[in-house]
């Protein structure tokens, strides 16, 4: 009997090795170009990313646009514009997230959480630049199939507790 467990469980461990030796594992399913609507804070909207491996898959770049259209109909429509990068950091053994907005901010995050079964990822920022200090930012991804992702993006003030600022729900378009 122990004879036949032990090839199963040598597969089993090895299997896990591998998960664990790569880094990206919880990322791949973002590869590729999203479209989706988005409400929240500054209206309803529609948004599109596109992510992408870059420089021998050591890096994913990501790019975001979204166009919101506020509550008053008279008011101008909303534009936000945003790229980060994804890079795996050996010292922390984390995933770190620059972001740079078209508002000249910039986050930077870290992967802080992700579900046993890999279907959610949270992101909690460790720094932002050109806003007061104290505010922190957090993005939860759910995902829902190969080709559906929830995102949502909390915010917080100095001493406030987080609160959804925007869900977007994308699908891949390619």
């Given amino acids: 009997m122990k004879r036949r467990l032990?090839?199963?469980m040598a597969m089993l461990i090895a299997f896990s090795a591998a998960a664990q030796s790569d880094p990206w594992a919880a990322l791949r399913v973002f590869e590729g170009r999203w479209e989706g609507p988005t409400t929240g804070k500054p209206g309803k909207g529609s948004t599109s990313r596109e992510y992408r491996f870059e420089l021998d898959g050591r890096f994913l770049w990501q790019?975001?646009?979204s166009v919101y259209q506020p509550e008053?109909?008279?008011a101008k429509l909303v534009v936000h514009e945003d790229f980060g990068v994804f890079s795996y950091d050996t010292n922390l053994k984390k995933?770190?997230?620059r972001q740079f907005h078209s508002e000249g901010l910039v986050n930077e995050y870290t992967l802080e959480s992700a579900g046993a079964d890999g279907k959610s990822l949270e992101f909690i920022t460790t720094k932002i630049e050109n806003l007061p200090p104290g505010f922190r930012a957090k993005k939860v991804y759910r995902i829902l199939s190969a080709d559906e992702i929830e995102e949502t993006f909390w915010l917080a003030p100095p001493g406030k507790d987080f609160e959804v600022y925007t869900v977007a729900h994308l699908k891949r378009v390619k």
């Fill in 6 to 8: 032990a090839p199963g």
């Fill in 95 to 97: 995933l770190v997230w």
């Fill in 63 to 65: 790019r975001d646009r």
């Fill in 72 to 74: 008053d109909p008279a």
